[in-house]
């Protein structure tokens, strides 16, 4: 990846004053009145533009939002007091995909974020942080963020009815936190026909400040110090409108998202200017970007300013004709809604009519002129036979309620509720007995398909506001202090966006219950291979679940070390112990066969030992002999004589001594030889 270009030596200074800009608390404090003017002449102007771009789609939206409260409306069509019900088509869609998208997008539990690795994770601490900043969020948007959970609620009740809405995800310097909140379509204005929200040259959104909340944040040097006179009440074409004011009653501050050239270099810088839609007076104009967003070119200067974007649309079916507001069930179920009402008050007004009938008095009829009214049980006497009141009485011809008309209102009934998938299977109502399961779940699953496309928008703009919130830890989180969090701690540093993504943990493709329970089951069927960590199915198994507080069910080994040891198999450990006993067993043979053949060995170099020692005894023996044959012929050479005779003599009984002692050490020798300790005796 090539280094990022470095600014030259001659944009140094325009550098500094970016900065500058950036660290300005407020920038409208140090520009002169006429610039002030100019600059509110050219946002009041933008906004009028925009807002007039789509007075349309506000007219259409107002239209929608009555149809869904059904507000009702005194009639004078063909009566005073002709009846005008409501049928709640439009309103019965919008809780139905509100009841089902709640649960699916802010599932039970505490994990709502989800933080994906992205590269490589070789030794597994990436993935470690990454469950540390998926906590962490989570706990952020339903601990700190007070009204987040809330806003998703009203969020997606209000969505199938108007199609757009907004949320803002910022940093409250008051309160020292990030902050997402819901916005009204009809309260942030941006042109009609912008391609998209980040491409769009201004947003402007109305803020309806109470004269206590403007004074305050006047107090505080967050707006300038000037004077608004009293607020003014705008009526439906956007002109201020007479009416009387009170202390409650808000003014309309404008705070734009917009692109202004303050320093005249011909390139306009994103900024967020405040002012008063009525008086024009700016109250703020602060930087809407960092110096990390600068884009430099290969010379290093400025090419562009990547803005700072603090809005994320939510979108429910986008506009045919490419406008940047999207509809709702309003745009596509308001005609029949409206058919459907216009038939149903046919039919009440029919069976009025006839009910309670109405005609003609003939002047012959002696009575006095007039309304007459009748009382349950009450006679009244006339001054006329029963066949002159016969003659001089009319009824006004009327008829019945059409049956035609009743059920063509059936048909548009359930047509409306094909369009917003609100069939009887939907919305909880059994259907046939002999209907297949397998046919339940698949019809289900179609009328599903819609939604889940619906999803999929939801889902992206969550991912949308998460990644904001993201960038704002990294950015405002405290560096000297650390969070606790899984008895570890997370701080700014953890926020590296070249290293996590974040998503919502809501699966967008699973949206009813059945099917969660269905993917998780699946998942266990799949444990035996071998191949799945057995914590992470049991975990998704309980959250599909919804079991309240799941983590806890872990036994402490897992919750310390996040490692599962699976209890023993007893076939398993039964092949083991047989294993280890063939192994002992052969091990044993091979120890006696070893012994065997050492005893062996040792009794073979024995036996030849014995053998040598014989040998040699029997060597020194004859050695022995023949000198005393040697002896022997030397005696028998001598002369007789008495010394002679005396001498032959004793070398006779000497030798016979010398043999009788060697006979008794052979015999020893023998007797000991047994033992290997026998030895040949000394030489004499």
Request: with cysteine.
């Amino acid at each position: 990846m090539d280094a990022q270009p470095q600014p030259g030596i001659e944009n140094e200074t325009q550098m500094n004053q970016l900065r500058a800009k950036i660290e300005a608390k407020n920038m409208a404090e140090g520009l002169d009145k006429d610039t002030l003017q100019k600059i509110a002449d050219q946002a009041s102007a933008g906004f009028e533009y925009d807002l007039e771009s789509r007075k349309d789609w506000e007219k259409a939206s107002k239209e929608w939002t009555k149809l869904a409260l059904q507000t009702v409306e005194q009639k004078t069509y063909p009566w005073p007091g002709a009846s005008n019900v409501k049928y709640p088509l439009l309103s019965t869609a919008a809780m139905q995909f509100n009841a089902r998208a709640y649960p699916a997008l802010v599932p039970a539990g505490n994990k709502i974020v989800k933080a994906t690795v992205v590269g490589k994770d070789r030794d597994g601490e990436k993935a470690k942080k990454a469950e540390r900043i998926s906590l962490y969020m989570s706990y952020q948007i339903l601990e700190e963020m007070d009204s987040w959970e809330e806003d998703m609620d009203k969020l997606l009740i209000m969505l199938p009815i108007v199609g757009t809405l907004f949320k803002k995800t910022y940093f409250d310097t008051v309160k020292k936190k990030p902050c997402s909140r819901l916005v009204l379509a009809q309260n942030l204005v941006v042109n009609n026909w912008a391609t998209c929200l980040e491409e769009a040259e201004r947003i402007s959104e109305i803020l309806y400040l109470s004269k206590r909340t403007l004074k305050s944040r006047q107090l505080a040097g967050v707006f300038r110090d000037v004077e608004l006179g009293d607020p003014h009440v705008y009526d439906d074409g956007g002109k201020p409108a007479d009416s009387r004011n009170d202390e409650t009653t808000p003014y309309q501050i404008i705070e734009q998202h917009c692109y202004y050239d303050l320093d005249d270099d011909g390139y306009s810088e994103p900024y967020v200017v405040t002012f008063d839609r009525y008086t024009k007076e700016v109250l703020r104009i602060s930087a809407r970007f960092e110096l990390d967003g600068l884009i430099l070119n290969d010379k290093g200067d400025i090419a562009a300013i990547e803005p700072i974007h603090y809005y994320t649309k939510f979108g429910f079916i986008p506009n045919a004709d490419g406008s940047f507001y999207d509809i709702g069930f309003g745009v596509l179920l308001g005609p029949l809604n409206e058919s459907v009402n216009t038939l149903i008050n046919q039919l009440l007004d029919a069976g009025h009519l006839n009910n309670l009938q109405s005609g003609f008095l003939g002047k012959g009829l002696k009575l006095k002129m007039g309304e007459h009214s009748f009382k349950p049980g009450e006679w009244k006497t006339i001054n006329s036979t029963a066949d002159d009141l016969k003659k001089q009485i009319l009824p006004l011809p009327t008829k019945e309620p059409s049956a035609v008309l009743f059920q063509l209102m059936g048909t548009l009934i359930t047509s409306g509720k094909e369009l917003a998938s609100v069939a009887e299977i939907f919305v909880g109502k059994m259907p046939g007995q002999n209907t297949p399961a397998t046919t339940t779940m698949a019809t289900i699953e179609q009328g599903m398909k819609v939604f889940t496309a619906v999803y999929k928008r939801i889902y992206r703009s969550l991912s949308s506001e998460f990644h904001k919130l993201f960038e704002l830890n990294e950015t405002y989180l405290n560096p000297d202090q650390y969070i606790a969090i899984l008895d570890d701690t997370i701080g700014p540093d953890d926020f590296n966006d070249e290293g996590y993504d974040v998503c919502p943990q809501a699966d967008p493709n699973a949206m009813s219950q059945t099917e969660k329970l269905m993917k998780a089951q699946g998942l266990l069927e799949l444990l035996p291979i071998g191949i799945l960590d057995p914590v992470e199915v049991v975990s998704r198994v309980l959250e599909a679940q919804e079991q309240p507080n799941w983590q806890k069910l872990f036994n402490k080994q897992i919750q310390e070390t996040g490692q599962f040891q699976p209890p023993p198999d007893p076939k398993l450990q039964e092949m083991q112990m047989k294993g280890q006993m063939e192994q002992q067993k052969v091990a044993m043979q091979g120890q006696a066969q070893q012994q065997k053949m050492e005893l062996e060995s040792r009794s073979a170099q024995v036996q030849l030992a014995m053998k040598a020692q014989e040998h040699q005894m029997d060597m020194q023996h004859k050695a022995e002999m023949s000198k005393i044959q040697a002896a022997e012929a030397v005696h028998k050479q001598r002369i007789f004589s008495v010394e002679g005779v005396q001498k032959i003599v004793q070398s006779e009984q000497t030798h016979k001594q010398k043999l009788h002692q060697m006979k008794e050490q052979k015999s020893v020798q023998n007797k000991s030889g047994s033992t290997g300790n026998s030895r040949p005796a000394p030489k004499k």
